[in-house]
């Protein structure tokens, strides 16, 4: 598969945020939201071609790291993830899977970490709008997501980027079953500037509705760059 990039950090978003992880960051995605944070994946995939034997080393030269995140992109799309995620439960590890939630796979995974994606990912404001209605069809399969935290331990993380998304995030958890503990409201930004203008009315509404304020850790420590 097609491999981004490979670092070690912390865990910057979610009920796992700070513990220290391998990211896995795999390249290509069958969406392209407007505010792709790693376009690297998507609107322009690059990495290089990396056959399992050599993920899987990689990951046995980090032995420190328990915790593995396959993230993207979207790791779900790719056959081999499958295979992947059996030989890194073999060595012992933790697995999370970052996914929008669009797609099955057998995997085996500790923690499902799905992102759907509102509305306001959709790309009319880019390439004249061409990716538009593919990513609209796509972006939301509650078929999908029913099945991933139906079969696994999960958590649902939404990007915010206005108080008028909420109606759309209270219609999703409900569709999906979800429950407001394992809910996670991330303020859109790739900046400690906006993700701080936002995060002051995005408490407000957890506080209100009982989900988790997910804060951007390594936004904030890191800045918007690769590799951290
Ligand atoms: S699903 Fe993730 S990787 Fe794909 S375009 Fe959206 S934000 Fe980017």
């Not at 069809?137 to 935290?149: C, G, I």
């Not at 990007?159 to 303020?187: F, N, T, Y």
Request: proline letters at 6%; one cysteine or more.
């Amino acid at each position: 598969m097609k491999v981004s990039e490979i670092f070690t950090t912390i865990q910057g978003e979610g009920i796992l945020t700070g513990v220290p992880s391998l990211f896995l960051r795999v390249s290509g995605c069958n969406l392209r939201c407007t505010w792709c944070d790693t376009p690297y994946t998507s609107w322009q995939p690059e990495g290089e071609e990396m056959a399992l034997e050599a993920l899987v080393q990689r990951v046995e030269a980090e032995p420190g790291y328990r915790h593995i995140v396959l993230t993207g992109g979207e790791p779900m799309l790719f056959a081999e993830t499958v295979e992947l995620t059996r030989r890194l439960r073999d060595l012992g590890r933790h697995i999370t899977i970052e996914t929008a939630g669009t797609v099955w796979q057998p995997v085996d995974c500790d923690l499902m970490s799905v992102s759907p994606k509102l509305r306001n990912s959709t790309p009319w404001d880019r390439e004249g709008g061409r990716y538009a209605a593919g990513h609209e069809r796509l972006r939301y399969r509650p078929e999908v997501l029913r099945r991933l935290l139906t079969n696994f331990d999960y958590q649902v993380k939404f990007v915010v980027s206005d108080p008028g998304d909420l109606e759309e995030v209270q219609k999703i958890a409900s569709e999906i079953g979800a429950i407001p503990e394992r809910i996670l409201l991330m303020p859109e930004g790739i900046s400690a500037d906006r993700l701080h203008e936002r995060a002051g009315w995005l408490v407000e509404v957890c506080k209100q509705y009982g989900y988790r304020f997910c804060p951007r850790l390594h936004v904030l420590i890191y800045g918007n760059r690769r590799g951290v």
